[in-house]
């Protein structure tokens, strides 16, 4: 059988990138550590162009912009967690990497791969979400290069299906500075302690006040069809003395709040247990 792919393009710039991507019947190729495996699988197809956007130096860096840190898509896993600014203003990203895959993948692993992917149990999303994360997605619709920011909250559709348009590059992860004090844990469950997909995954953030967080966000992964902000979780958190009773009353409403399915990581019946007991530690810890 012949081989989908016809054509290799390596841009060198976003105009470019985008200038073939206008084109239709393309794939987009950052590190293929999803990429691959899914084609492997017969999960993808690839569309007659392969685009390796490797080479294009203005998706890559990580940099203080407009009070926000700005992430090239194209920035690894191994990049965040050696970075200054990462690891000053956003320590919950930096969790993420501690728990993602082996090193190998690491270097290689993109953030904009991690976002497009689109998995329920993608790890960086979660720590964006609790971070109240932008993306910045580029295209070239009528011949003219445009740019569009959403907030990541809302560009999940399903797994592995976001709403990003058709011909749309993401070119960056645009994250505000939280304010200081600043009380931001992520926490990942699977089987096992390392190389693992998440069976759950849990990020709190908020402004720590006399035992309390204001401005609070929660982020969970891997127990519903898209990761999600947890609102009613959040409400509940928001301003509350951070006692045992409060914390065992919030930890009953996350499990409430959710209604995760079985599949070969968990029974559904035991991430709503990880999810209690996880959100108590953390709110114990943030106490
Ligand atoms: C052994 C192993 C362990 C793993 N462990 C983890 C883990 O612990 N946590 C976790 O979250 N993930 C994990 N993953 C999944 C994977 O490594 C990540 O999702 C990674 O961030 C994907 O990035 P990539 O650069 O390899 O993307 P690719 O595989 O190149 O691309 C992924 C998808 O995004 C699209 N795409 C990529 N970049 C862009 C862009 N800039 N604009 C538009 N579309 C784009 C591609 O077309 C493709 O559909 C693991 C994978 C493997 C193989």
Partial sequence: MEHPVQRYEVPRSVDEAVAVLAGGNTTVLASGTDLMPQSQAGRVTFGHVLVNINRIDEMKGIALEDGAIRLG??????????????????????EVGDHFASSQIRNAATIGGN??????????????????????LA???????????????????GPGRTHAKAGELLTAVHVPVPPEPHFARFYKFGVRPALDISAISIGVAGVPENNRLRDVRVALGAVAPTPIRAAKTERAIEGRPLDEAAIEDIANIARDEISPIDDIRATAWYRLELVHNVMKRM?????
């Avoid at 149990?121 to 910045?136: N, R």
């Avoid at 009528?142 to 909250?153: F, Q, Y």
């Avoid at 709110?283 to 106490?287: I, P, Y």
């Fill in 283 to 287: 709110l114990s810890d943030a106490s």
């Fill in 73 to 94: 898509a194209l920035t690894t896993v191994t990049d965040f967690m050696n970075d200054d600014l990462i690891r000053n203003h956003l320590p919950a990203l930096v």
């Fill in 115 to 136: 976002v497009m992917n689109a998995s329920p149990a993608g790890d960086t999303l979660i720590a964006f979400l609790i971070y109240d994360a932008e993306i910045e």
């Fill in 139 to 157: 295209s070239k619709p009528d011949g003219k290069l445009e740019s569009r920011r959403v907030a990541l909250k809302d560009f999940f559709a």
